[in-house]
Every structure is written in C-alpha cells, then in structure tokens.
Nanobody, 128 residues
Framework: QVQLVESGGGLVQAGGSLRLSCAAS???????????MAWFRQAPGKEREFVAA????????HYANSVKGRFTISRDNAQNTVYLEMKSLKPEDTAVYYC??????????????????WGQGTQVTVSS
C-alpha cells in the first residue's frame, strides 16, 4: 500500500513558523529518491495550488512566488521524508497542505495533474 502521510500542521500567529513533514511508505517508495516531491495547498473555496517542489536525485527546488524566500523544501531520502519549513507565516498561508509525489518527475512540475500520489493533507491556520 502506497502512503504519503503529512504531519506538523497547526495554529500559529502571523509571523510565526511551522515545519511540515511528509513520510512516504509502501512498495512504490522503495526507490524514493527517484520521486520528485511537492507541496500543494488548498484554501476554502479555492483551487489547489502549487507551493514548492524538490527533485529526486538532484534535489533541485522550485517555489511559488508567493512563498519564495519564506518557505524551504528539503528531503531526506534515507528516511523517505520530505519537509516544508515555513517562516514569516501570513494569514493568507492558511490552507490544507498536501504532499505529492511523481516518479521521475522534476521540481519544475507545478500542476496538480502531474503528480501520481497524494497525502490526506494537514491543516495550517495562521491567525492575524
């Protein structure tokens, strides 16, 4: 069974920080390093949008303009885990954050339809 499980969400004041984690498990992820990993988010009433992505082996990164300079994506291939460090959080960052995976993908993939596996999401709420 293939699973992506996010954790680390919560309630934080504007200007604060959170670190999200996404753990991948299952037969498909025995080659975790071959997967591009990404974070998306979806606010109430809005479409799911790209936040950040990281390549598998080359670990190149790509960010949405709205989070560039505030968020950092990283991965630990030995632990099958990808992280999203979020700093200087704003109320507009409030959303459910989803982890996604694409085998042999690249960090430049920003479309929802380009990813094969998804987690269940973790809520991030930033109060003003």
């Amino acid at each position: 069974q293939v699973q992506l499980v996010e954790s680390g969400g919560g309630l934080v004041q504007a200007g604060g920080s959170l670190r999200l984690s996404c753990a991948a498990s299952g037969r498909a992820f025995t080659t975790f390093s071959t997967y591009a990993m990404a974070w998306f988010r979806q606010a109430p009433g809005k479409e799911r949008e790209f936040v950040a992505a990281i390549g598998g082996i080359d670990r190149s990164t790509h960010y949405a303009n709205s989070v560039k300079g505030r968020f950092t994506i990283s991965r630990d291939n030995a632990q099958n885990t990808v992280y999203l460090e979020m700093k200087s959080l704003k109320p507009e960052d409030t959303a459910v954050y989803y982890c996604a995976a694409r085998k042999w993908g690249s960090a430049t993939m920003t479309g929802v339809g380009q990813y094969d596996y998804w987690g269940q999401g973790t809520q991030v709420t930033v109060s003003s």
